[in-house]
Nanobody, 126 residues
Framework: QVQLVESGGGLVQAGGSLRLSCAAS????????MGWFRQAPGKERELTAG????????DYADSVKGRFTISRDNAKDTVYLQMNSLKPEDTAVYYC???????????????????WGKGTLVTVSS
């Protein structure tokens, strides 16, 4: 089992920045691919950014490329999402997720992710 706890959400004006954190506990975090998903009201949950076990491979939704950066610190069992140049359309609940697949890849299908945090709300005002 892996427990995931997100933090760092809040209200920010358009153009501002936020950094989300996800603290993991349980199974060997350092071997698992990690992802940040988001779900806006009335929309499906979508992969926003993902990172492989050693941080050398990352993947981003087209809508956030160049603005968001995912990173991880395996010594702290934590994954981060730095969000810059935020837009109102970035408003959503952001979820941290882990795949129970040692050295596995990041996948966009939410059904292939095994552990989820409870989410943190990000609201971007115009």
């Amino acid at each position: 089992q892996v427990q995931l706890v997100e933090s760092g959400g809040g209200l920010v004006q358009a153009g501002g920045s936020l950094r989300l954190s996800c603290a993991a506990s349980g199974r060997t975090f350092s071997k698992l691919p990690m992802g940040w998903f988001r779900q806006a009201p009335g929309k499906e949950r979508e992969l926003t950014a993902g990172i492989n076990w050693n941080g050398r491979n990352t993947d981003y939704a087209d809508s956030v490329k160049g603005r968001f950066t995912i990173s991880r610190d395996n010594a702290k069992d934590t994954v981060y999402l730095q969000m810059n140049s935020l837009k109102p359309e970035d408003t959503a609940v952001y979820y941290c997720a882990a795949r129970d697949s040692y050295y596995g890849t990041v996948l966009s299908d939410t059904r292939l992710w095994d552990y989820w945090g409870k989410g943190t709300l990000v609201t971007v005002s115009s």
